[in-house]
């Protein structure tokens, strides 16, 4: 880099943040496969019971279950709406939708404890406490933002006079999105429903209030376990959490650098 | 109606749906929020009141101020250092701590937190390693209390103060300092008085991203605070679930929202939430 090298020091701090962020997150791997009955690093020997009772608990799989239904739909829900949204946005002049464009990022900025209490309010007087439906409609669209950001950055490097071109031969607005717009613009769609599964398959502040028996999310149990009792099965949902988010940034990253190359 | 406007019509029903569940659940029931923060338990502004006759509500936003200020100037120290490095390294080094900064960024919260407790609890590893090598001779009180909270808090913000320093960072030319030194400057007012300076609007937009954050964090302050320290997000809880003030919690909630809201646009020039979400996550 021309002459100039980051000193010792810089090296040093940047070594123990790193360290610091990923070292907590990567104990928890040992402490799953503990051979002790409470949270230790194993003893004697590496075993996989904690993982074997966790896939074997009916209130373990029903949550994992219950969660990856809520995360598919309201995935589901935030991409179609959220991808047709950037594109309009897109297309129309970008003062006219400035405020369509500010309003979306709300759902990111505004903390979630305050939404979570007004939709209590909220969807006590319609009935959705507790229901699939209200939490995919409450995931969805605090989802939506992300896919809106993903699908705006694709559109970013479209190039309008191609649609125009398509119109001007006489496609429709929908065959035009079909055929010519969406298979551009694929990879920030996928980007932006990986970053709405991740959203709704971690959240955990709405699902506290609008949620109490019948929808009971994975959060939720982790949430519960660490206040109640702590013991190494959660650390083996949480081996099991991290390795699907991971799995599913590095899809992202690889179909970003596909889409780069 | 000219061909051009229906095309248009064409593009805003395109936005229609996205909008009206915006609008439907999502802005109606914040909207709920504030009205209840004004008519309960009675019509008017008694709630609001409470800002400045009850010791409890402005020990609470003292305790959140607080927090989020000590738990800023962390991240973005530790964030800074971080993305500097980052952005001196080759293009492959940097993909690798780029994935380093992402990874925990997207780890579930709760995760996260769980092993922080894991970690730092009275017979956690670190106490249990520390007692073992003779180094305490009684357990730290390292997780349910201040402590604890802003370890958790940091780890959490590092990746979001250094997404915005490292893009500013990126945008200026390295040949600066290279050339600042080739006329003699040290190294250390090479840095100081050139590359610094550049990188402030990063160090601005991360600082008020991570600040605003901190504020309305819920998961990890109640499970690393262990009940003691307050900060507003659980305060409100508190009042709703257990003591059934709506309108006080309400009220802290407006309270909230406003001061984000107005922090944000103060700083709406430098801090651009859609590139650090397109570019960073």
């Known amino acids: 880099m021309g002459g100039y090298r980051p000193g010792w020091l810089n ?30 690093l194993p003893y004697h020997e590496l075993s996989a019971q904690h993982y074997v009772r966790l896939l074997t608990t009916p209130a373990w799989t029903n949550a994992i279950l219950q969660s990856a239904w809520i995360a598919t739909a309201s995935t589901l829900l935030a991409v179609v709406l959220g991808t047709l949204c950037a594109i309009g946005c897109w297309r129309l002049s970008r003062r006219s939708t400035d405020l369509v464009r500010a309003l979306m990022l709300l759902p990111i900025i505004i903390p979630s404890i305050a939404y979570a209490i007004g939709l209590y309010r909220y969807f006590a007087g ?57 298979p551009r613009i694929m990879p920030g769609v996928v980007s932006g429903a990986i970053f709405a599964f991740i959203h709704s ?3 955990l502040v709405v699902v506290l209030f609008i949620a109490s028996r019948r929808v009971f999310t994975l959060p939720r ?41 | 109606m000219n061909p051009r ?8 029903a395109l936005i229609l749906p996205a909008f009206l569940l915006l609008t439907a659940f999502y802005l109606a029931p914040i909207v709920q929020v504030l009205a209840i923060s004004v008519t309960e338990p009675r019509p008017g502004f008694g709630n609001y009141e409470r800002l400045f006759t009850s010791e409890s509500v402005q020990r609470v936003i003292l305790t959140t101020l607080r927090i989020g200020v000590v738990t ?18 080759g293009p492959r080094a940097q993909r690798w701590w ?21 970690l730092l609890r009275r017979q956690g590893l670190v106490n249990e390693g520390l007692l073992a090598i003779g180094a305490i001779s009684e357990p730290l009180p390292l997780v349910w209390n201040e402590f604890g909270i802003i370890v958790g808090m940091v780890h959490y913000m590092v990746p979001y103060a250094v997404l915005p320093m490292l893009s500013a960072m990126r945008e200026i030319d390295p040949r600066v300092l290279a050339a600042a030194r080739g006329l003699g400057a040290s190294r250390a007012s090479a840095f100081l008085r050139v590359f610094l300076p550049l990188s402030m609007p990063g160090v601005i937009a991360a600082g008020v991203l991570v600040f605003i954050f901190s504020l309305g964090f819920y998961i990890t302050p109640a499970l690393l605070g262990g009940g003691k320290t307050l900060m507003a997000a659980e305060w409100i809880k508190l009042q709703i679930l257990d003591l059934i003030r709506w309108g006080l919690g309400a009220m802290m909630a407006t309270v909230l929202v406003v001061a984000i809201l107005v922090t944000l646009a103060v700083f709406s020039r430098l801090v651009n939430l859609r590139r650090l979400f397109g570019s960073g996550g």
């Open chain 2, 72 to 89: 800023t100037a962390i991240a973005l120290l530790l964030g800074y250092a971080l993305a500097f490095r980052v952005a001196m390294a």
């Open chain 2, 98 to 118: 780029l994935l380093a900064v992402l990874v925990p960024l997207w780890i579930s919260v709760l995760v996260r937190a769980f092993a922080w407790v894991t």
């Open chain 1, 11 to 40: 090296g040093a701090v940047a070594w123990i943040t790193v360290i610091y962020l990923i070292l907590p997150i990567t104990i928890i791997l040992p402490v799953s496969l503990t051979d002790q009955r409470f949270l230790s």
């Open chain 1, 221 to 261: 149990k982790i949430w519960d376990g660490i206040n109640e009792n702590l013991d190494p099965a959660m650390a083996a949902v949480a081996v099991l959490l991290v390795g699907m988010t991971v799995l599913l940034l590095l899809l992202d990253l690889t179909l970003r650098r596909r889409r780069e190359d």
């Open chain 1, 201 to 203: 398959w971690d959240e």
């Open chain 2, 5 to 12: 406007g229906r095309a248009a019509l064409g593009w805003w």
């Open chain 1, 126 to 182: 319609l009935g959705l406490l507790d229901s699939f439906l209200g939490v995919v409609l409450a995931h969805g669209v605090t989802g939506m933002p992300y896919v809106v950001i993903t699908v705006s950055t694709a559109l970013a490097a479209f190039d309008p006079r191609l649609e125009s071109a398509a119109r001007g031969m006489g496609a429709s607005l929908l065959q035009t999105l079909r055929w010519v717009i969406l």
